[in-house]
C-alpha cells in the first residue's frame, strides 16, 4: 500500500517498474509525456503527471518511493515530496548516483537504491516467470533491422522512446 513515483515511467525500466509496483499492491503514479499517458495507464499507473505541464513537486502528494529512471530529477527536488524514512531509488549507474547515495545516507531520513542493475540471476528468474506467466509484459514501441541500426540508437538516444526497441540482429534462414 505504499505511494511509488516513477519518474520516466514510460521508458523500458520505467514500464517494468509500474507493473513490478503493482503487483506488489503499490499506488502509482507515473511521470511522463502526455503522449505516453495511455501506454503507463495501460500498464497499470493510477495516476499521469505530463512533466512538461506539471511538476510533481507542485502538487502536494508525497511519496514513499521516487524511481528516477532516467536519471533526470535532481535530488533536491525529488526529496520535497519524499515520506519521511522512504526511499530514493535511481536506475542509472552514473558517478554522480554514488555521491547522491552518500548525501542521502548522511541524511539518515531517507534510503537510497539503485545505481545500476542487479547482477543476481534470481532477479532474472523472477522477471522471466513473471513474463512467461503474463503478469508483465514488454511494450514495443518499434522494429529495426540491422541496417537501420543508426536510426535505432538515434532514436533511444532522443529520450523520447516509449517501452522498448528491439533490432533483428539477422534471419532466420529455413
Not at 7 to 25: D, E, H, M
Not at 40 to 45: E, K, M, N, P
Not at 135 to 151: S, V
Request: net charge positive; with cysteine.
Amino acid at each position: 500500500n505504499q505511494k511509488v513515483l516513477i519518474y520516466g515511467a514510460s521508458s523500458s525500466v520505467g514500464a517494468y517498474a509500474i507493473q513490478l509496483a503493482k503487483l506488489k499492491g503499490a499506488e502509482v503514479t507515473a511521470v511522463c509525456s502526455a503522449k505516453n499517458h495511455a501506454l503507463v495507464t495501460d500498464l497499470g499507473a493510477d495516476k499521469t503527471i505530463d512533466y512538461h505541464v506539471e511538476d510533481f513537486i507542485q502538487n502536494g502528494e508525497f511519496y514513499d518511493v521516487i524511481f528516477d529512471v532516467v536519471g533526470k530529477l535532481e535530488l533536491k527536488h525529488a526529496l520535497q515530496s519524499l515520506k519521511e524514512h522512504g526511499a530514493y531509488a535511481h536506475a542509472v549507474g552514473t558517478p554522480d548516483v554514488a555521491i547522491k547515495a552518500a548525501l542521502l545516507k548522511r541524511k539518515k531520513r531517507f534510503k537510497f537504491i539503485g545505481g545500476g542493475s542487479s547482477k543476481k540471476s534470481d532477479d532474472l528468474s523472477y522477471l522471466g516467470q513473471l513474463l512467461a506467466n503474463g503478469q508483465i509484459k514488454t511494450p514495443i514501441e518499434k522494429y529495426y533491422t540491422m541496417k537501420d541500426l543508426p536510426e535505432a540508437h538515434a532514436h533511444v538516444d532522443s529520450g523520447r522512446k516509449a517501452g522498448n526497441v528491439i533490432v533483428q540482429m539477422m534471419s532466420l534462414i529455413l
